[in-house]
């Protein structure tokens, strides 16, 4: 199972599915993988396989997850480089709380790796 909200694109994405395999070793997978990729439309790409170990509990990728990374792209031609830095300084090191609580969220470890940040993000110099 994998997800993206309504009207979001995901540039890339965790899947879950089942499968039984007879040898879930490292080149097993990989030849998978490999095998896989021939019947994907070009625009889809699978990039790796990996096996749960037996025993554990269902991987659900929308829980499961210890780390999510949210990078948005905004065409420069869309705001100016004044009115962008002025977004970037209102939303500067907040949090969503409402993101927390559509993702079922609960734990402080949890919510903190999905916090927003727009730390990082500056506006570059005019050439």
Same mark, same amino acid.
């Given at each position: 199972a994998g997800r993206t909200d309504k009207g979001v694109c995901a540039a890339c994405n965790v899947v879950t599915v089942k499968l039984a395999l007879d040898d879930d070793s490292? %080149?097993? *997978? *990989?030849? *998978?993988?490999?095998?896989?990729?021939?019947?994907?439309?070009?625009?889809?790409?699978?990039? &790796? $396989?990996? $096996? $749960?170990a037996a025993g554990a509990q269902p991987f659900d990728a929308r829980r499961g997850s210890r780390l999510r990374a949210y990078i948005f792209f905004l065409p420069s031609f869309i705001v100016s480089p004044e009115a962008f830095q002025s977004m970037v300084e209102v939303l500067e090191g907040r949090d969503f709380p409402d993101l927390y609580q $559509? %993702? &079922? *969220?609960?734990? %402080? &470890?949890?919510?903190?790796?999905?916090?927003a940040r727009l730390t990082d993000l500056r506006v570059a110099p005019q050439d």
């Open positions: 490292p %080149e097993a *997978l *990989l030849k *998978l993988v490999r095998c896989t990729r021939v019947f994907l439309p070009q625009d889809i790409v699978l990039h &790796g $396989a990996s $096996a $749960a $559509a %993702e &079922g *969220l609960t734990d %402080e &470890g949890a919510r903190a790796v999905a916090r």
